[in-house]
């Protein structure tokens, strides 16, 4: 059984930073592409970033390029996102979520999905 979960979600104004973590178990780590969605009220989920599982490869919706890291620690079975100058039109629940086959921009590819969360960025 994988088991992702996420932190790091919270209340910033805006131009501020946050540090989102996926911590993965159950499986090797490893093997696995990781990605970031996101998903605001009333809107469909969005792709923010998507990293393979050795990190050469990295992918960056183009709403958050030049804004927003994914990184990983696989010796740490974590993968991050961080968050810089962050807008309100960045409020969402954030997921994290893992890919057996390859890095992928698109939700349906992944197998594993964590539950979510919230980032709030007020005006």
């Known amino acids: 059984q994988v088991q992702l979960v996420e932190s790091g979600g919270g209340l910033v104004q805006a131009g501020g930073s946050l540090r989102l973590s996926c911590v993965v178990s159950?499986?090797?780590?490893?093997?696995?592409?990781m990605g970031w969605f996101r998903q605001a009220p009333g809107k469909e989920r969005e792709f923010v970033a998507a990293?393979?599982?050795?990190?050469?490869?990295?992918y960056y919706g183009d709403s958050v390029k030049s804004r927003f890291t994914i990184s990983r620690d696989n010796a740490k079975n974590t993968v991050y996102l961080q968050m810089n100058s962050l807008k309100p039109e960045d409020t969402a629940v954030y997921y994290c979520?893992?890919?057996?086959?390859?890095?992928?921009?698109?939700?349906?590819?992944?197998?594993?999905w964590g539950q979510g969360t919230q980032v709030t960025v007020s005006s």
């Open positions: 159950g499986r090797t780590f490893g093997n696995y592409a």
């Open positions: 979520a893992a890919d057996e086959e390859t890095i992928a921009t698109v939700g349906a590819s992944y197998d594993y």
């Open positions: 990293i393979s599982w050795s990190g050469s490869n990295i």
